[in-house]
Nanobody, 120 residues
Framework: QVQLVESGGGLVQAGGSLRLSCAAS????????VAWYRQAPGKQREFVAA???????NYADSVKGRFTISRDDAKNTVYLQMNNLEPEDTAVYLC??????????????WGQGTQVTVSS
C-alpha cells in the first residue's frame, strides 16, 4: 500500500510564505514524477508545478518566480516552497505522484490535500 500525505498548509497574509510537503510511505520502490495541483472553490483543478525523477521542473505561468518545487528522495518527500503569496493562491493543494511499488508496477497516487488560505 502507498500513501501520500500533504502538510504545511495554513493561513497567511498576502506577501507571506509557506512550504508544503508531500510525503510518500508504504511499499515504495521508486518515485518518478511528482506534481502539485490546486483547486479553489467553484473552480477546476489546475496544475501548479512538477518535478521529474531527474530533478527537471515545470511551473504554471501564474506561479513562476514565486514557487519552487524540490524533492528529497531519501525522505520520499516533495516540497513546494511558496513565496510572495497572493489571495488568488488560496486553494486546496494536492500532490500527485507516479510511484513504482514492489508488487504493482508504476501507478499514480493522490494525496488528500492541504488548505492554503491567503488573506489580503
Amino acid at each position: 500500500q502507498v500513501q501520500l500525505v500533504e502538510s504545511g498548509g495554513g493561513l497567511v497574509q498576502a506577501g507571506g510564505s509557506l512550504r508544503l510537503s508531500c510525503a510518500a510511505s508504504g511499499s515504495i520502490f521508486s518515485i518518478n514524477g511528482v506534481a502539485w495541483y490546486r483547486q479553489a472553490p467553484g473552480k477546476q483543478r489546475e496544475f501548479v508545478a512538477a518535478i521529474t525523477s531527474g530533478g527537471s521542473t515545470n511551473y504554471a505561468d501564474s506561479v513562476k518566480g514565486r514557487f519552487t518545487i524540490s524533492r528529497d528522495d531519501a525522505k520520499n518527500t516533495v516540497y513546494l516552497q511558496m513565496n510572495n503569496l497572493e489571495p488568488e493562491d488560496t486553494a486546496v493543494y494536492l500532490c500527485n505522484a507516479a510511484i513504482r511499488t514492489l508488487t504493482m508496477g508504476v501507478r499514480g497516487y493522490w494525496g488528500q490535500g492541504t488548505q492554503v488560505t491567503v488573506s489580503s
